[in-house]
Nanobody, 114 residues
Framework: QVQLVETGGGLVQVGGSLRLSCTASATIFGVYDMGWYRQAPGRQRELVATITFNDNTNYADSVKGRFTISRDNAGKTVYLHMNSLEPEDTAVYYC????????WGQGTQVTVSS
């Protein structure tokens, strides 16, 4: 069982920045592929960015060039650096850990005001 705790959400103006953090309870964090997903009201959960155990990254087209995912295996933490935020980025952001099973955090709200 892996527990994930997200922090860093909040209210930001258009064009602003936020950094989300997700800390895992996993004994061996480095074996997990990690990801950030988001869900806006009335919409399905969608992939934002992923980073594999060996640091390969993947981004949704809508966030390429604005968001950066990174990981600190020693600190068992994955980050999502979000720049040039847009109202369309408003959603609950969820952290995901994937190995043999999928694990999810409780989510953190990001609201971008225009």
């Amino acid at each position: 069982q892996v527990q994930l705790v997200e922090t860093g959400g909040g209210l930001v103006q258009v064009g602003g920045s936020l950094r989300l953090s997700c800390t895992a309870s996993a004994t061996i964090f480095g074996v997990y592929d990690m990801g950030w997903y988001r869900q806006a009201p009335g919409r399905q959960r969608e992939l934002v960015a992923t980073i594999t155990f060996n640091d390969n990254t993947n981004y949704a087209d809508s966030v390429k060039g604005r968001f950066t995912i990174s990981r600190d295996n020693a600190g068992k933490t994955v980050y999502l650096h979000m720049n040039s935020l847009e109202p369309e980025d408003t959603a609950v952001y969820y952290c995901n850990a994937r190995a043999q099973y999928d694990y999810w955090g409780q989510g953190t709200q990001v609201t971008v005001s225009s």
